[in-house]
C-alpha cells in the first residue's frame, strides 16, 4: 500500500523518497532551511519499544526534541511524538507537538507525505476533493476550484486543497485495493505526482517510477498553526483498506 522508491537514499541526509515523511515545521519552501523543514530528516529516538496488543496491531513512538541544530533554524523548544500504528485493518499515524518555551507561542505547518503504491496512477481516483480552491502549482500557483467530484491523474500534479474532506476514498491502491484516508485536524490536503519531466529530474526516483505512485497528503499547511507555550497540538490521519 505504500510507496518506496528503488532510488531512495537512506543516508539520514536526504529524506527518504518514500513512506510516511513528517513534514515540519514548514510544508514547501522554507526561508529557514531545508524544503519541508528538519523533522524528515532528523534522528529520531524511539520513546517506546513497539508493543503487539490482543488484536496483533503493533504501535512504535517516535520521539523529536529540539536540539542546537534546530534551534540554529528554528529558535524554538519543542518535543514532537509520531505514533505510528499497524493494525490489520491499516494504518494509524499520529503527530503531536508540545511548545516547550518558557513563554514564546510559536507557528508551524506540518503534513504527513504519504506516498501510495499503484498499479497505474492514471487509473486512481480521489474523493473529497470536490468544489474546493486549490493551489495549483504546476500553473504558477494560480488558486482555482475542482470541477469534478473525483480527482484523477493524467499529468504532473501538484495541488494544494483547502479546507478539505476529513475522508477520502483512494481507488486502484495497491493491487486495486480502495483505501479510506480519515484525517483529524488536518485541515488540507495535498496530491502530487511528478509525471515524467519531475520524475527525470529527481535522482532519488525512477524515471519509470511516475506511474506506480500517487501522494495524497493529509496536512495544516494553507495556513500556519500555532502553539502557545506550554500547550501541545495533535494532528493523526487512518488509512484503512476497505476494499480488496
Ligand atoms: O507534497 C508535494 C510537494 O510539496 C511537491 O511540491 C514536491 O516538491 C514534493 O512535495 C516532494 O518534495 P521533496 O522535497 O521531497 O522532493
Not at 519552501?29 to 488484536?55: C, M, Y
Not at 501510495?116 to 480552491?133: E, N
Not at 495497491?174 to 479510506?180: F, N, Q, R
Not at 483529524?184 to 495535498?190: A, C, E
Request: hydrophobic share 35%.
Amino acid at each position: 500500500m505504500i510507496f518506496v522508491s528503488k532510488k531512495s537514499v537512506f543516508d539520514n541526509k536526504k529524506a527518504i523518497r518514500g513512506g510516511i515523511p513528517v513534514v515540519f515545521p514548514c510544508f514547501g519552501v522554507w526561508e529557514l532551511g531545508p524544503q519541508h523543514g528538519f523533522a524528515r530528516i532528523s534522528k529520531w529516538s524511539l520513546l517506546e519499544e513497539p508493543t503487539k496488543d490482543s488484536n496483533g496491531d503493533v504501535k512504535a513512538v517516535f520521539e523529536l526534541s529540539d536540539d542546537d541544530n534546530t534551534r540554529s533554524l528554528w529558535n524554538n523548544k519543542f518535543k514532537l511524538s509520531y505514533t505510528v500504528c499497524v493494525m490489520s485493518s491499516g494504518l494509524f499515524t499520529e503527530l503531536s507537538v508540545n511548545n516547550l518555551n518558557d513563554s514564546e507561542p510559536f507557528s508551524f505547518t506540518w503534513l504527513l507525505h504519504t506516498y501510495f503504491a499503484v498499479p497505474d496512477v492514471t487509473k486512481c481516483t480521489i474523493s473529497g476533493l470536490s468544489c474546493l480552491t486549490y493551489k495549483d502549482k504546476v500553473d504558477e500557483g494560480k488558486e482555482k476550484k475542482e470541477v469534478n467530484d473525483l480527482v484523477t491523474i493524467s499529468g504532473f500534479t501538484d495541488r494544494v486543497y483547502k479546507e478539505a474532506s476529513e475522508n477520502h476514498v483512494i481507488t486502484n491502491v495497491a493491487g486495486g485495493k480502495t483505501v479510506l484516508l480519515k484525517k483529524s485536524n488536518f485541515p488540507d490536503t495535498v496530491v502530487w505526482n511528478p509525471w515524467i519531466e519531475k520524475a527525470k529530474s529527481m535522482s532519488d526516483f525512477g524515471d519509470d517510477e511516475y506511474p506506480y505512485m500517487v501522494c495524497v497528503e493529509a496536512g495544516y499547511v494553507a495556513n500556519s498553526c500555532t502553539v502557545n507555550a506550554g500547550s501541545s497540538y495533535t494532528s493523526s490521519q487512518t488509512i484503512d483498506v476497505v476494499s480488496k
